[in-house]
Structures are given as structure tokens and as C-alpha cells.
């Protein structure tokens, strides 16, 4: 039972570092997909939506175990549709902002 809280937060703390260097560091090259010569937009608002996405799916996956201790499946159920609702939202604001300025 402590491997699942040992792993879960490891794994937040990484998430929410690759979301540091996204959106402070801007290392763009870690969002997967990303072409310096396709995109158009406004690289500062990328490294922003890709960074804060990062540090919001990083502290639920913090958040993850100790939900699943308490309620339950309901709330990995509830992770995981989260997470790819706001996955789902991140692409599609992502083309959004993929315009010329």
C-alpha cells in the first residue's frame, strides 16, 4: 500500500518539474508533438497552457491515493476522466492559440 503512495507522489513531483521547465523555462521541446517550424502562435502562451496543465495533472496524481483511500474507485474514476477531458481541452486550445500574431 505505501509502493502506490511512494509512486504516485515520485510521479507527481516529476510531472509537476516538467511543467517548471515548460512553463518557466520554456523548454518547449518536451510537449510532445511540438515542431519549432509549424507553430505559428505565441510561444509564451503555449509554454503557459502546457505548463499549468502540467502542475494541475501533477498535483492530482499527488492527490490520486489519498482519494482512492478515502472514496474509493469513484475517485480514480473521477481522475481519469479529468484528466482527459482537460487533455482534450489542452489540444484544442492549443490550436486556438496556434495562429500568427
Known amino acids: ?12 513531483f516529476i510531472i509537476i518539474f516538467i511543467g517548471y521547465l ?4 520554456k523548454k518547449l521541446w518536451l510537449i510532445a508533438g511540438y515542431q519549432e517550424d509549424s507553430f505559428i502562435g505565441d510561444k509564451d502562451k503555449l509554454a503557459k497552457l502546457f505548463g499549468v496543465f502540467s ?8 492527490l490520486l491515493p489519498f482519494g482512492l483511500e478515502f472514496w474509493g474507485l469513484i475517485s480514480g474514476i473521477l481522475y481519469a476522466v479529468c484528466i482527459c477531458v482537460g487533455t ?12 500568427p500574431l
Open 1 to 12: 500500500m505505501i509502493a502506490g503512495y511512494i509512486t504516485c507522489i515520485v510521479l507527481a
Open 22 to 25: 515548460i512553463h518557466v523555462k
Open 55 to 62: 502542475y494541475i495533472v501533477g498535483i492530482a496524481t499527488f
Open 88 to 99: 482534450v481541452a489542452t489540444l484544442v486550445w492549443k490550436q486556438i492559440i496556434n495562429k
